[in-house]
């Protein structure tokens, strides 16, 4: 490997840190390892985040490309500009409102403070979204329920301690394979075990001591029979809960019967029993996005921290620990003024808002007055207005929104302008494509899943006619907002970003590249050159894994206490019937993130997998009579083409598709938990039927919209 660059790999939250090589002439990378030195991962690796850091299988955007005469055709990046402002421009002189953008975890946190600095400072728009509210919105909203204030608990050195491992709806052996090594570790010691919760038996469920398959959508039945259970067992930590929470009391009073709330789930009472009685050890609670992406992602992700803190699992070694997609997830939620202004500042405060103005130096009537919807009805606001033009950076809402049809037609309508390293369904779309520059490419810092901060840094040159996000977004700002930007140098957004956020709970106020490349990587809040942060809110004990008493913790709340909350089950939001009987769920391919731009081949585009169990093929006749069958699946929304799988690991009548496949959210559907704005990606009612190859598929019967479809 010639003259490696340390930097952070950003396939995963997990945030490994990488050496890449340099290649001796022209552009790409020369060979990728683990760097033993960095403080997350200590030279492990896995092989997808290097093989999609060297050598990405997906379609690269060399030129920025503009729509003429119906087709895409090479530009000058002048020219592409000129088209970006003169748009956006006329749509903004209409209504503030007339420009949405939507951003990426995949970005660097200069890029993201950058574009939600231009969006909101700026623009002034409402209709700008940070792409985490397609995966980590619902935890987040639970986490501010719960703590007062956003990210877990728990950091990466819990996991050794932990001796029970609960995960639910999530598949990390698959998604974060380097952490899911700590947890499989630690769960083999010995009185240590794993326990999964997922309606299919995935990649980490074969290896879990106990699987737990819950019928989707039920998630919250069956948390609350877990917790209703350690009630009935006496195994409540009640000096815990009398020191250090509130509200145990009317969570008590909402609690259902065990017996009924597991039945609701499909999962008999010994199953429920066992689960419970785990909790009696020092446990780690992980969930992901089968939780999270749910009408009821919130109450779920709640009813999960619940039951960490009625059992006092909370301290070292224990806690709800919710696991991040998107590899700087976390950055974007401290950094790019979604859901909270820089610091995790509260975003409806008016002495925040004043705070923020100043800084940028925009009166505080500029910035919006709330945060705005999430993407879903973002895209939707192009059907009446007030939204004419749509802005996307490194994101795919094209093939990543539910309903995707719908979402494509709406783009089309726009003026779309797609920012992207590669070719995606939403670049195919757009008015203007700006060519940008990937990771291997970049400069910035990037935070993982258990807050660390760490480098981004390029091995490559950059081709000719590409441009990094943040040199994007600072063109499109000059244009537009002359002078709100300024430097676009990334170690002086970097300090920028960090300065404003002093004094808060995300404060970054201590860290610098310097400091950053001396130590790799640093756990925020890091308030000084030398602090970094640990277990959060945690502030004595005697760290044996139980929860300390009161006094040892201090959480962001008015009353200084953790908060219970109160969710119950309150159904499915689209049940199977006779026209639909089969209940469709999405899971994780071992290649597909990000819905697979970086790992497809473009010259093969893939039919996604169907996986049913083979007691539901065996139902469909000619259509499921063998292995990779043609067929199509339809839902009230769509169909799309597929392989019959038989599949042992999918209950009976459920359908598994791989959620990143860019075909599979046609047919998914677009209602929204109503808390956090996350689409219900894990649930719908679908059937399959005869592929008729040679004939275009036929549009499915109209329906009515669901109240917050």
Known sequence: MNDPVPTTCMRCAVGCGHLTGRVDAGYGID???????????????????????????????????????????????????????????????????????????????????????LARGGFGTRFYDANTTLCMASAVTAYYDAFGSDAPPPTYDDIEDAETHVVWGANPAVAHPVMFRWIAESAEAEGSRLLVVDPVETQTAEAADRHVAPVPGTDLALARAVLARVVERGDVDEAFVAEATTGFDALLDELPDPAAAAATAGVDVETVDRIAAALADPTLVYWGMGVNQSTQGTPTAGALIDLCLATGNMGPGTGPFSLTGQANSMGTRVVSSKGSWPGMRGFADPAERRTVAAAWDVPVDRLPDDTGPGPIDTVAAVDDGPVEAVWTVATNPAAGLPDAAAARERLEDAFLVAQDAFHTETTALADVVLPAATWGESEGTAINMERRVSRVRPASDLAPDVRTDLDIIAAVGEALAPGLLGDSDPEAVFDEFAALTAGTPADLSGLSYDRLDEERAVRWPAPTPVSEGGYRYYEGGDGDGDAATGSDWEFETPSGRARFSTGTHGGVPEPTDDDYPLTLTTGRDPDGYNTGVRSRDPDDPATPVARVHPDTAATLGDEGDADGSPVRLASRRGRVRARLTPDAAVPRGVVWLPIHHPETNAVTLPATDPRSDEPNLKQCAVRIEPAAEDTPAEEPEPHEAAADD
């Open 31 to 117: 060979g990728v390892r683990g760097d033993v030195q960095h403080p997350v991962n200590r030279g492990l690796a896995c092989s997808r985040g290097i093989r999609e850091t060297a050598d990405p299988e997906g379609q690269w955007l060399t030129r920025p490309l503009v729509r003429r005469d119906g087709d895409l055709h090479p530009t000058t990046w002048d020219v592409a500009l000129s088209r970006v402002a003169d748009a956006f421009g006329e749509a903004l002189d209409r209504t503030r409102d007339g420009v949405a953008v939507l951003g990426s975890g995949q970005q660097t946190n200069e890029a993201a403070y950058a574009l939600g600095k």
